[in-house]
Structures are given as structure tokens and as C-alpha cells.
């Protein structure tokens, strides 16, 4: 719990934007008329092609003018920016692949595991989890994500990493 509480942009403020996002959409879904199939094409542009549908550019704005302005008032800029992320792997520097190449980052909570963690990797897409076994305060969450990767395939127990 410690990677949430001492994040930078807070669950409740990420759940908020998205609250807002979510209420937008389906307002603009209803007022637009929109029935199922035009909104299927609508995110099919968006989604394949990248284009934002013209249903949505006022989401869109409301978005990137009101929300995010005011999320960035509540938030310290400076520390997201400088803020380490060579662990989730976006970019393909030296210095992320040696990080990589050194930790092996759990998927489910997001941090660095110990060299000598048990380890669960999916058949799938070869994400790693730590094999911790459930206690009576494991969410249920996590102990769902136990018996399936998030990709939906199934974890294949490989022992600590070498």
C-alpha cells in the first residue's frame, strides 16, 4: 500500500478524472442521439484509426482545458516529471534496459521484487508476479489475480529469479 499512498497523483484524484471522462461520454452519447451501432463506429475511429469521433471533441476539450487544469493545481508537477520511471519500461535508453535487465517488477503491484522472491510468470505475455500465499487481509483482487494473469492466461511457477 505504500506505492499507492505515496504516489503523486492520488487514486481519488485519478478516480475523479475518470468519473468525469465517464459522465461526459455517456452525456454526449445521450444528447448526440447516438444509438449502438454509430457509437461502435465512433470508438472504432478512435480506437484503429485515432481520430476523435466529432460526438466526443467536446469531452475532449473539457478534458484537456477544465479536468487536467484543475488536477494540475492539486498535484506538485515538478516531482511527476523528475519522478523515476525506468521501471515501467516505456522507453528504450540504457539506463531502462539496465534496470530491467537487473529487477524484475511484480505487474500486479507494480513494484521491484526481491532477487530471491518466489516467482509466478504467464504463459502469455511473461509478465511476473510475487507467489505470496493469501492471508486473511489479501484483497480479494489480488487473490483472484492469483489463480490468472491480468491477460487472462494462467501463472507457471519458475522459483526465484537467478
Known sequence: MDVIDNSTVKVAQLERVLAEVDSGVKSAYQGGNIDD??????????????????????VVERLLTTTLNSL?????????YFSDY?????????????????HTIDSLRKVALPRDARLRRCARC????????????????????QKTCHCGSLWMLVGPRQ
Open 37 to 58: 451501432a454509430n457509437r461502435g463506429l465512433a470508438e472504432k475511429q478512435l480506437l484503429i484509426r485515432g481520430e476523435i469521433p466529432e460526438v466526443l471533441v467536446p
Open 72 to 80: 494540475r493545481e492539486e498535484i506538485d508537477s515538478s516531482v511527476l
Open 86 to 102: 525506468r521501471w515501467l519500461g516505456l522507453s528504450d535508453d540504457k539506463a531502462t534496459y539496465d534496470f530491467q535487465a537487473a
Open 126 to 145: 511473461c509478465a511476473y508476479m510475487e507467489d505470496v500465499t493469501p492471508t486473511k487481509g489479501t484483497s480479494m483482487w489480488v487473490a483472484n489475480l
